[in-house]
């Protein structure tokens, strides 16, 4: 799957002068970049899939097929696996931590546990969803619990991978960011550079309208800073949050909401990036959304159909 | 469990004509591979993988040929790696076809405002 377009959303007419311009202000662009932020580029070698029982396996995305790699299955991390956008590690939940585990074979994916693993800040409290940037030099931790009533909250650590002892997490100081209730729904874009986190209500909040409603958030990890970006402010929504999913190819993400007032669900779709796509499906009294699910299916045109599965049992 | 198709045009959700989706009546445990048209469920025991597809048309589970697959301690949580050259990428970059060179930036905040222009390859003209 291509996930940058090859094409251009608009173009004109460019003058030589102009065309020199341009080139000389990319090559710039391009090499304060480079100097800036490190290279990144995916290093394991095939295709792989890492199950959080323990194995590993590469598969073939022309006929979905699965094999075993050598020395699977590696320690079970019993919690979902992160990437590292350089394919270097991987991260799991802990018990109010993070575990940490360094790939020692790019092509196999054979992995295993780093000394001092796991990792924690002293804000670090029932973590539930972690995040990864572009750069691979930070991760983001949502965790359940925040500094105040019924609030989560959102940090960061520095991936350290030449520290004394080994490769390790380091919390960025000052990098917590309270988000207004407890997360029912997370997501990661395929790209890395935003993650999705919609929450539901929060009867402990000063805010009335996040007492019963839920909230949006689309959030990046600043490369330069490791801090979370992003955060919009008074962002509640008076309807109650139930569930949430993104597809998985990063074009959208479905909601689903419970009118506090007379008792129907509601099932949203955005396009990510407010670029326009919305629609929704009003469900019957009493029937609300309670899970919700988003096939990987179709090519890359936008005309073809996605389909979802919605469990309106409350 | 309803199944609803998505209009990525419009927006629209419609609920299919096959829905309800028999058999269910919770959401299934199956993880979407990221990368391709392949979802992944388990068996009865800790090591069997079973590949699905979703018809286009119904929106069902339809099992591959090629399944089920024996693979120790496989059923879990499943995470997909992306393939190298597929990854995202961040800041200012150029595409090249067969006569025009393009490059734009991708912002951080917003993967879906960005901004391109195009230069004729031999560098004598440019237009889009």
Redesign the interface.
């Known amino acids: ?16 002068s102009r ?1 020199r311009k ?2 000389k202000a ?1 090559i710039i ?2 090499a304060l ?1 480079s100097a800036s ?1 490190p290279s ?16 590993v ?1 590469s ?1 073939n ?6 094999k ?1 790699v050598s020395g ?2 590696f320690t ?1 991390a ?6 590292d ?1 350089q ?1 270097r590690y ?1 991260f799991a939940l802990g018990a109010n931590s993070i575990r940490m585990f360094q790939i020692s074979d790019a092509t196999t ?1 054979a992995y295993q546990e780093v000394t001092g693993s796991p990792f924690a800040s002293p804000v670090t409290n029932q973590p539930a969803f972690i995040a990864v940037e ?2 691979g030099q930070y991760i983001a931790v949502v965790n359940r619990v925040g500094q105040h009533p019924g609030d989560g909250l959102v940090e960061t650590f520095q991936i350290a991978p030449t520290v004394p002892g080994g490769p390790a997490l380091v919390p960025i100081f000052n990098s917590t960011t309270e988000i207004d209730s407890s997360p029912v729904g997370f997501a990661q ?6 993650f999705l986190i919609f929450m539901g209500p929060n009867p402990q909040s000063a805010n009335p309208v996040i007492q019963q409603g839920s909230e949006f958030q ?1 959030l ?1 990890i600043d ?1 330069q800073t490791g801090f979370v ?2 955060l919009q402010l008074n962002a509640a929504d008076p309807e109650r949050g139930d569930s949430f999913a993104m597809d ?5 993400y479905v909601t689903g909401t419970q009118d506090n007032l007379l008792e129907f669900g509601v ?1 949203q ?1 955005f ?11 009003q469900l019957p009294a009493h029937n609300y959304p309670e ?8 090519g890359p045109s ?11 049992l409350s | ?16 004509s096959s829905s309800p ?1 028999p058999g ?1 009546t ?3 445990g ?1 993880y ?9 469920g388990f068996g009865s025991d ?1 090591n069997t ?1 079973i ?1 699905y ?2 018809d ?1 048309q119904t ?1 069902y589970f339809v099992q ?1 040929a ?2 089920p ?1 024996t ?25 090249l ?1 067969a006569g025009y060179i ?3 930036s ?1 912002t ?12 004729a390859a031999d ?1 004598t003209d ?3």
């Open positions: 799957m291509a996930l940058t377009r090859e094409f251009p959303l608009h173009s004109h007419e460019v003058s030589h065309s341009y080139w990319l662009v391009f970049t932020v990144v580029r995916a290093q394991l070698q095939q295709p792989l899939v890492f199950s959080s029982a323990g194995a396996a598969r995305d022309q006929t979905g097929a699965l075993l699977s299955p079970a019993n919690q979902s696996l992160v990437i956008v394919g991987l994916g572009p750069t874009l395929p790209n890395n550079k935003e689309a990046s490369p970006t992003g998985p190819q990063g074009r959208y099932v779709l396009g990510i990036g407010g670029n326009g796509l919305a629609g929704n499906v899970n919700l699910w988003v096939d990987s299916t179709g936008c005309t073809s159909l996605r389909r979802i599965s919605i469990n309106p | 469990m309803n199944i609803y198709s998505v209009n990525l045009q419009s927006g629209q959700l419609t609920e299919n989706l269910f919770a959401i299934p199956y979407a591979d990221p990368t391709g048209s392949f979802e992944y800790a993988a590949v597809t979703v286009p929106g591959t090629n399944s697959i693979i120790s301690q496989i059923a879990g949580s499943l995470t997909f790696s992306i393939p190298p050259g597929q990854q995202g990428v961040s800041g200012p970059s150029a595409s076809s393009y490059y734009y991708h951080v905040s917003n993967v879906r405002q960005r901004e391109a222009d195009a230069i560098s440019a237009n889009g």
